[in-house]
């Protein structure tokens, strides 16, 4: 199989907490995305980094990418109670997209 | 960014039926269009990749004549479940690509129940 295997696969924080995610993927890569997906909803686009790309920032987040290991991690700092979602990375070889096994991210009040 | 509109968002079928599902891009033409599917807490899984005008490619283990795909043009893809039955019940997404060298956007998905 493509798809590539995320962990945790479950996470419990307290709010106020950072979350780290990681991810692993079997592929050359042309980009890798992570998105976000509250329960039995669609997918949101939350940031994007280039296979020449080691680390990205957007707002609470920060990714890293090492290309040699072929993973990927998440960091969402300061979490707060509407960051509980499944979060899932994509790997993008530039034909086709492999999804991750999801982390789902609870965030405690 | 790009929008990519899935339609419907929601369906309720019987057993027997076939149920379309569209997936437009609605700001860029669409080279490429990938259909997921996903089972409850679990990853998306591709099911096929089209390209407009030819034949959708798909992945192993998915059923051609179950799950037609058509890619008729650069903005609309349509998903055709035939003679659905229960276990056809899932969360379909799908995206689209408009080039080569470009990320590809996502519909917010379909929940089929089939009945």
């Known amino acids: 199989s493509q798809q590539g295997e995320e962990d945790p696969q479950a996470l419990s924080i307290q709010e106020g907490e950072n979350a780290t995610m990681n991810c692993s993927y079997k592929?050359?890569?042309?980009?890798l995305q992570w998105y976000r997906q509250n329960s039995g909803r669609g997918l949101v686009h939350l940031i994007l980094?280039?296979?020449?790309?080691r680390e990205k920032h957007s707002g609470r987040l920060r990714v890293t990418l090492d290309t040699s290991k072929k993973s990927s991690s998440l960091l969402i700092t300061a979490s707060r109670a509407a960051d509980t979602a499944s979060y899932f990375c994509a790997a993008y070889t530039g034909n086709q997209f492999y999804f991750g096994t999801g982390t789902s991210l609870t965030v405690i009040p | 960014g790009a929008v990519v509109s899935q339609h419907p968002s929601r369906v309720i079928c019987k057993s027997g039926t076939s149920v379309k599902i569209e997936c437009r891009s609605l700001?860029?033409?669409?080279?490429?269009m990938f259909w997921y599917r996903q089972f409850p807490k679990q990853s998306l899984m591709l099911m096929a990749t089209?390209?407009?005008?030819?034949?959708?490619?798909?992945e192993q283990g998915v059923e051609k004549d179950k799950f037609l795909i058509n890619h008729a043009s650069l903005t609309l893809s349509t998903l055709t479940v035939t003679s659905a039955h229960p276990e056809d019940s899932s969360f379909y997404i799908c995206?689209?690509?408009?080039?080569?060298?470009?990320?590809?956007?996502f519909g917010q998905g379909t929940r089929l129940t089939v009945v």
């Open positions: 700001d860029f033409q669409a080279t490429t």
């Open positions: 980094i280039r296979s020449n790309e």
């Open positions: 089209s390209n407009e005008g030819s034949k959708a490619t798909y």
């Open positions: 592929t050359s890569i042309n980009n």
């Open positions: 995206s689209a690509r408009p080039d080569v060298v470009t990320e590809a956007f």
